[in-house]
T-cell receptor, first 114, second 112 residues
Framework: NAGVMQNPRHLVRRRGQEARLRCSPM?????VYWYRQLPEEGLKFMVY????????ESGMPKERFSAEFPKEGPSILRIQQVVRGDSAAYFC????????????FGNGTRLTVT | DQQVKQNSPSLSVQEGRISILNCDYT??????FLWYKKYPAEGPTFLIS?????DKNEDGRFTVFLNKSAKHLSLHIVPSQPGDSAVYFC???????????FGQGTTLQVKP
């Protein structure tokens, strides 16, 4: 029973490039959440998606960030024109339903912007 | 606006003793609380949870206590083991969307 799979584990981008982070939820899970952890900080909610729908994007920066969870394939977090401040660990989590279910996390993608 | 707070950044205890990690929240609408454990370079791992209709939930060496009137919860680990050394995050479930609101984390070090 594979857990939440994230790739790549490490991603290095120069300022101005695009970063694409992928997340495959656990089998049977249709809810995906993206979190960001900046150095020395806790986990900050970014966006919550179900298949083909964005349910809550209240934690997403207004510009350069977007997320999708297509009918087929993994969820994608896309960061355009990356800046040094985007350097962080990005975690994806999935759950089978919304109410009172623990989220299951992947091991994250560590993005470094040089 | 930090809705979930862990005011102790770190805690050090001796092996075999009790570890007590604390968490406070501000939103009285939260109805489900969780603790996660995180090792470096890994994702958070679910540890234990509690519904707001309960005041205690126990699972082996781990017990979570909830005091709704004080908007406070705590995680007790007894006896503590060196393998418990990790960062512990408290989280509250936003019942509207199911997203979790996390505290800043407490780094626990259990000394042999």
């Amino acid at each position: 029973n594979a857990g939440v799979m994230q790739n790549p584990r490490h991603l290095v981008r120069r300022r101005g490039q695009e970063a694409r982070l992928r997340c495959s939820p656990m089998k049977g899970h249709s809810h995906v959440y993206w979190y960001r952890q900046l150095p020395e900080e806790g986990l900050k909610f970014m966006v919550y998606l179900q298949k083909e729908n964005i349910i809550d994007e209240s934690g997403m920066p207004k510009e350069r960030f977007s997320a999708e969870f297509p009918k087929e394939g993994p969820s994608i977090l896309r960061i355009q024109q990356v800046v040094r401040g985007d350097s962080a660990a990005y975690f994806c989590a999935s759950s089978p339903d919304r109410k009172n279910s623990p989220l299951h996390f992947g091991n994250g993608t560590r993005l470094t912007v040089t | 606006d930090q809705q979930v707070k862990q005011n102790s950044p770190s805690l050090s205890v001796q092996e075999g003793r009790i570890s007590i990690l604390n968490c406070d929240y501000t939103n009285s609408m939260f109805d489900y609380f969780l603790w996660y454990k995180k090792y470096p370079a890994e994702g958070p791992t679910f540890l234990i949870s509690i519904s707001s209709i309960k005041d205690k939930n126990e699972d082996g060496r781990f017990t979570v206590f909830l005091n709704k009137s004080a908007k406070h919860l705590s995680l007790h680990i007894v006896p503590s083991q060196p393998g418990d050394s990790a960062v512990y995050f408290c989280a509250a479930n936003d019942g509207n969307t199911g997203k979790l609101i996390f505290g800043q984390g407490t780094t626990l070090q259990v000394k042999p």
